[in-house]
Nanobody
């Protein structure tokens, strides 16, 4: 059974850092673009960051550029999101997603989704 499992969320003060991990299992995800979406209370889910399946190119929403870094380790079937200089507006549930042979997950339509991990940034 294929699944994505997120970890690393938690409560942090503004300016702090967290590192999210998304461990994939049940199949190899080397042929999938992977990345992160987030959803804050009362808001729609939004794209945060993605990494392509082949070139390793990365893609970020403007609001996190320069603060967040996405990376993947295909040997471990895992994708990471290093989040620095966190702001209260980064508070959300963060979801990992995977999309078959895509340059980016930005536009959704992902085949696999994780259950989400809560990130709370206090001011």
């Amino acid at each position: 059974q294929e699944q994505l499992v997120e970890s690393g969320g938690g409560l942090v003060q503004a300016g702090g850092s967290l590192r999210l991990s998304c461990a994939a299992s049940g199949r190899t995800f080397n042929n999938y673009a992977m990345g992160w979406f987030r959803q804050a209370p009362g808001k729609e889910r939004e794209f945060v960051a993605g990494v392509s399946w082949s070139s390793g190119n990365t893609d970020y929403v403007d609001s996190v550029k320069g603060r967040f870094t996405i990376s993947r380790d295909n040997a471990k079937n895992t994708v990471y999101l290093q989040m620095n200089s966190l702001k209260p507006e980064d508070t959300a549930v963060y979801y990992c997603a995977a999309k078959w042979k895509s340059a980016s997950i930005r536009y959704g339509r992902c085949e696999y989704w994780g259950q989400g991990t809560q990130v709370t940034v206090s001011s």
